[in-house]
């Protein structure tokens, strides 16, 4: 797969996260900003594995989120937080996958596109 479809998607994911955080508080900012943290991470496997299986891309960004996420129970460096965050959310768990569904399913319809 080339590589400017998924800087473009990586972009897009950015803006929709930055979107999401200006238009929306609460519950809706917070869980969309997890779906599309996952989302990031994809297109940073996708990127760097330009080959890579969706299914497989969607395997390693949930298992990188929850990764991050169960490293939360523990000590997170404050210079890391703003990053990878400081707090275990169970519900966080959930967005992830949700996150990593989506991005397999599209990049599998671009796939069958292209």
């Known amino acids: 797969m ?59 960004a949930a298992g990188a989120s929850w990764m991050i996420e169960f490293a939360q129970l523990g000590e997170i460096p404050a210079m890391l937080r703003p990053l990878l965050g400081s707090t275990f959310n169970p519900p966080d768990l959930f967005w992830y996958a949700v996150g990593a569904a989506t991005a397999w399913a599209a990049h599998t319809l671009w796939l069958r596109r292209t």
């Open 2 to 60: 080339s590589r400017l479809p998924v800087l473009i998607a990586a972009a897009l994911t950015i803006a929709a996260g930055l979107g999401v955080r200006a238009l929306f508080d609460g519950p809706v900012s917070k869980y969309a900003g997890d779906a599309l943290y996952t989302v990031l991470i994809y297109t940073l496997v996708a990127l760097i594995l330009p080959k890579v299986k969706p299914w497989v891309a969607a395997a390693l």
